[in-house]
């Protein structure tokens, strides 16, 4: 009788997810659609050109964005271009030869110098000797808070005590108190799998997140210290309400955008994917179909060398949640409607 009870539940399962999985896929575009890290209509002409050899467009991309003191966006297109200068980077190479001292080649320069340095099994050492090129970086423009975000990366690295990184987090937040990146790193260097524990991270998010601007990605590092403890596997440090007001903050933040908006698309995948985690199947549709095609390889990465193939999988899987748990067929013999 048990296993005969076992079976019919499983055969209802089975029908609710042919039944409604395709209906959920309502909002979503397919699968050949979704980009992985899709550079946006101002980085994709600068990547174009450095594919090329060509350093040019970079240098006015980053030049306008450091006289328009756009700082959460510099820091952005420094990573992306460091990133594709690791494979690539004889426009980098031809750019800081044309000229040596300029202050965007040099932040360029010393993100991808760090990149490197953090996959050398002599790790620490090599960032040691690396730390007068972020220092060049620093002293190109007293004003970006970019090459201090990178210094806080070096530090981490280099085991820093916490009274020097609290030093470089002064210098960094002087020039930009609620930039992103510098607030990431610092959560970085506070979590449990570096120099802090997750209750620690999780009060400095906190703490950031009601001091944030309105709109301000930072508001989403609560978010970001519940990943680190769902990554750790640690049920314990930190209570589920702690971690679900977290996620309801960055689900409030994520409506503040637009769908399909490339500016928060990291935030709102690595929203998807505590959600994903804590079992909020609903929200985390929501959070898919507000996505759209930009997933981001952070937080899949973590989970699969396959960032796009895991986020793909996660959306489905998330559909055959929600679909398993909707009845097969409503009242009257209708199929039951359903909202987004």
């Not at 575009?29 to 946006?40: F, G």
């Not at 953090?118 to 972020?134: F, T, Y």
């Not at 309105?214 to 970001?224: D, E, K, N």
Request: one cysteine or more.
């Amino acid at each position: 009788m048990v296993c005969t009870m076992s079976l019919l539940r499983a055969l209802i399962r089975t029908a609710r997810m042919i039944r409604h999985t395709p209906l959920l896929a309502d909002g979503l575009p397919p699968d050949e659609a979704v980009l992985l890290d899709a550079p946006d209509e101002r980085l994709s002409p600068a990547l174009v050109a450095a594919a090329l050899g060509e350093y040019e467009p970079a240098a006015k991309l980053l030049a306008t964005t450091r006289e328009s003191a756009e700082w959460e966006n510099r820091d952005r297109y420094v990573m992306r271009l460091a990133a594709f200068a690791y494979s690539r980077d004889e426009w980098l190479t031809s750019w800081l030869a044309a000229t040596p001292r300029d202050p965007d080649a040099l932040v360029v320069k010393a993100e991808l110098a760090v990149r490197k340095a953090w996959e050398s099994p002599a790790r620490a050492e090599r960032l040691r000797e690396i730390g007068p090129l972020i220092d060049a970086a620093a002293e190109g423009d007293p004003h970006d808070p970019v090459p201090w975000r990178i210094s806080l990366d070096h530090a981490r690295g280099t085991h820093a005590t916490h009274t020097a990184f609290e030093s470089l987090w002064e210098r960094a937040v002087r020039r930009s108190p609620h930039h992103y990146g510098c607030h990431v790193a610092a959560l970085q260097y506070l979590s449990a799998q570096w120099y802090g524990s997750h209750r620690e991270c999780f009060n400095f998010a906190e703490q950031a997140a009601a001091d944030a601007l309105p709109g301000s990605l930072v508001q989403a590092l609560p978010v970001r210290a519940a990943f680190a403890q769902q990554l750790s596997g640690d049920t314990t440090s930190v209570q589920d309400d702690r971690i679900d007001a977290a996620a309801d903050l960055a689900i409030t933040l994520s409506a503040e955008y637009p769908a399909g908006d490339p500016w928060p698309a990291e935030v709102r995948n690595l929203l998807a994917y505590v959600l994903v985690g804590r079992g909020r199947w609903t929200e985390a549709l929501e959070q898919f179909r507000l996505i759209g095609p930009y997933a981001t390889s952070f937080p899949w990465s973590y989970a699969s060398d396959d960032a796009l193939g895991q986020f793909l999988d996660a959306r489905d899987g998330v559909r055959i949640e929600i679909a398993s748990a909707m009845p097969v067929r409503g009242r009257g013999g209708r199929s039951r409607s359903f909202g987004h």
